[in-house]
């Protein structure tokens, strides 16, 4: 018989009694019953007694009127703390000739599947020993040995399955009148008669289910999960301790609630509160996963779980009370005291979470889960990188690097590729100290592989990584840089749109888009969606400009696209929502004035400039910013400003004097129109009112700049996407060897 897990046994016994009562039946558990057996080998024939129906889909409407009583009877029940068989006799009087249709699962539709219930796989448990009230109670209890019923099902795929049709136990419990989850078993009534009521851990009232309840977790999810999908999985040896703690002292408190909600749903438990409540069994499956990894490393390393517990501990505090980017020798300085203790050294404590450069990143669990699935290695900073022998390695010279050049690779890939060369004693020079560049190529490496599992359209694919005795070679998807599409292609669309505009009237320009911004509409509605993707799974880019994006031809449109990921950062579950960062990283002047102050509320005093927090900044508003400024000289074909300062007149008018502590004074001239018209008409007429509105949005102080999604929501991204594209000049195509143009010509 299908029923919720949280409808205990003994009000099981009662519906069904009712059940049978209802269509005709005798009561089940009042006098001498025949075998189970033998009633499914000889049913009885149809026959309906006064008041009862044939089945009770088919009940008189009438009835229905008494299923919010049977409703409250059962409410009542379950909430009390004595569920014994004499107390529900004082409900009989109420439950008589009410339909219990409503209250109970619908697939429950006929006698025989009251009687019999679905053909399910029979997962065999042990059954715990009975305990009567008058038993001395247990001091231990094998959590091992459950209440034996069939689940009819324990995979991830069927368990917690959620219909809207299904009239769970979320109908009629006060605990879960948020949830509407229906999850089926199956019991035989030869299982009724034989097997007792056993101690449940919902019976027992404890503040740990308080705790819960405030959280919005169904308890009943919770225990069911637990008992279920945690305890016959691998898990951490100190559930079973609090589990039988729990069963021992008949309650729980909420500091050892909050410990068992650690160690079988992780940090989820406590930075993902709205997915825990809606995916508690899903959480707890990827929990398990770690636990395997975390006992294959501690096996591998000759590690105790106490070892383990101690290190994990330490590392979560480092992470979660520091803002990004934190690094490495901060993390080594940190746990110092804590290895010493152990006997332990830091390559060691690598060898268990992770590389230090991506565990500071996203913390123990997610970095000793890259391990375990191979993404990364501890002892090689280039894990993956295969042999050069049967790559091209020499190609068509495009660009200078800070660390080698940047080659077109004609053959041996399918698509259009490029390869970065990395030279290693270049890069053997930087992690040392001796070259303070900013790019961390192993960092970007596992960035953008990490990117590249979602498929995301709008980031560059990543090929693959060989190497030699002396470079790193590095494939990528090839596209046309920005920067050189501006300098090879903006003077001559400036021209052509000239010649449009001497046919039109004045001012037409402000509300209608040149073919030159079309192109960027096109190429930049791309480039926010990468961006914005990346902070949906908790990463910034923190270093945007014209050379990071790219453009490629598919299908006949423009595509714009991001690369370069030397300076990405990737937030722990702890950050994720706000991205709260310190320090400054990027390229100058293109990041906010909030980066650029940081820390250094005097210097931005003393230049001018008033910031609402100077402690900290969110790097993905920072992305924004930056995504403006260069939105702006894809435009404009020139840098907005050179300085984030008072004394750079540019800057101010650009961000509408909103960083000013009086900015009356800039009422006349501020604004971007302001400035463009000081660029002359070839910047001016480039550029309509539309995206004006937009680049003055995201040029605003951090508290009013809208986030990624917001920005796409702007009529900007939305205009003349029907329209027909206005025609561009013959020879700009022709010039464009890397891609074919699909603007039409004139």
């Known amino acids: 018989m299908d029923l919720y897990c949280g409808f205990s046994y003994n009000a099981f016994i009662f519906v069904k009694s009712k059940i049978n009562q209802f269509n005709g039946k005798h009561n089940t558990r009042d006098g001498k019953q025949k075998p189970s057996s033998q009633q499914l080998k000889k049913p009885k024939p149809k026959t309906i007694e006064p008041g009862g129906c044939e089945d009770l889909v088919s009940c008189p409407h009438g009835f229905y009127q008494s299923t919010l009583e049977v409703r409250n009877v059962i409410t009542n029940f379950t909430n009390l703390k004595d569920k014994s068989l004499s107390l529900l006799k004082k409900y009989t009087g109420i439950i008589d000739n009410s339909p219990l249709r409503k209250c109970l699962p619908s697939k429950l539709k006929s006698k025989e599947n009251l009687l019999r ?162 995916n508690l069994e899903d959480v707890m499956y990827e929990h398990i996963q770690l636990q395997m990894g975390i006992k294959k490393r501690i096996a591998e390393l000759n590690l105790t779980y106490d070892q383990y517990d101690r290190l994990e501990t330490s590392i979560f505090e480092f992470c979660e009370n520091r803002n990004a980017a934190r690094n490495s020798s901060q993390l080594q300085y940190h746990m110092t005291d804590v290895l010493s203790e152990m006997g332990i050294k830091f390559n060691k404590l690598e060898k268990l979470f992770g590389p230090a450069r991506l565990l500071v990143q996203v913390g123990p669990h997610e970095c000793l889960m890259e391990v375990v699935n191979g993404k990364v290695d501890p002892n090689d900073e280039f894990h993956g990188a295969l ?125 209608n888009g040149s073919p030159w911004e079309q192109r960027a509409q096109a190429i930049f509605k791309g480039v926010f969606q990468a961006v914005g993707f990346m902070h949906s799974i908790g990463l910034t880019h923190r270093d945007l400009k014209l050379e990071n994006m790219v453009c490629v031809n598919e299908n006949g449109q423009l595509v ?96 509408g004097a909103r960083y000013l502590e009086n900015p009356e004074q800039w009422t006349k001239i501020k604004g971007l129109r302001a400035l463009t018209r000081a660029y002359g008409k070839q910047r001016n007429e480039m550029i309509s009112n539309s995206l004006i509105d937009l680049i003055e949005r995201l040029f605003a102080p951090e508290p009013q700049r809208p986030s990624i999604a917001e920005c796409l929501n702007h009529p900007w991204f939305q205009e003349n996407q029907d329209s027909d594209p206005i025609s561009v000049p013959r020879q700009i195509n022709r010039s464009e060897s890397e891609i074919d143009d699909p603007i039409t010509t004139v």
């Open 117 to 278: 219930g679905p053909k399910v796989e029979k997962v065999n448990y042990s059954v715990v020993p009975v305990m009567s009230p008058q038993s001395p109670s247990v001091s231990k209890i094998d959590i091992s040995q459950t209440f034996k019923f069939r689940s009819s099902s324990l995979s991830r795929s069927s368990s917690f399955s959620r219909s809207g049709s299904d009239v769970g136990y979320s109908e009629w419990s006060e605990a879960s009148l948020s949830r509407k989850t229906s999850r089926s078993y199956s019991f035989d009534e030869e299982d009724m008669e034989a097997k007792p009521v056993v101690p449940d851990l919902l019976d027992y009232e404890c503040e740990f289910f308080e705790y819960l309840a405030k959280l919005g977790v169904c308890r009943y999810d919770f225990v069911h999960c637990l008992l279920q999908v945690v305890l016959p999985n691998t898990h951490h040896p100190n559930v079973e301790q609090i589990v039988n703690k729990w069963y021992e002292y008949k309650t729980l408190d909420v500091v050892s609630g909050k410990r068992i909600l650690f160690l079988t749903c992780g940090k989820a438990a406590q930075y993902e509160i709205e997915r825990l409540c809606d």
């Open 387 to 511: 042999n050069s022998a049967k790559y091209p390695t020499e190609g068509q010279h495009l660009a200078k690097a800070h660390f080698g050049p940047v080659l077109k690779i004609s053959k041996g890939f399918n698509r259009a590729t490029i390869v970065k060369v990395v030279s290693k004693d270049l890069w053997k020079n930087a992690k040392e100290g001796r070259d303070k560049f900013n790019d961390n190529v192993p960092r970007e490496i596992d960035a953008h592989r990490f990117l590249n599992e979602f498929l995301q359209p709008n980031i560059v694919r990543f090929e693959g990584v060989t190497r030699d005795a002396f470079n790193v070679y590095y494939y990528q998807e090839r596209g046309v840089e920005l920067f050189n599409m501006v300098e090879k292609h903006r003077e001559s669309f400036w021209l052509h749109w000239r010649q449009i505009l001497l046919t039109k009237e004045k001012g037409y320009f402000a509300s």
């Open 560 to 655: 714009g696209k991001l690369i370069d990921f030397g300076v990405t950062h990737r937030y722990g579950i702890w950050e994720k929502n706000d991205f709260q960062a310190k320090g400054m990283i990027g390229t100058y002047p293109y990041y906010s004035p909030e980066m650029f102050y940081n820390g250094r509320e005097e210097a931005a005093v003393s230049t001018g400039l008033k910031l609402a927090n100077y402690k900290t900044y969110d790097d993905s508003k920072n992305d924004v910013f930056t995504l403006a400024h260069a939105l702006c000289s894809f435009m404009l074909g020139v840098t907005l400003y050179a300085d984030i300062k008072r004394k750079d007149q540019r800057f101010v008018i650009a961000t």
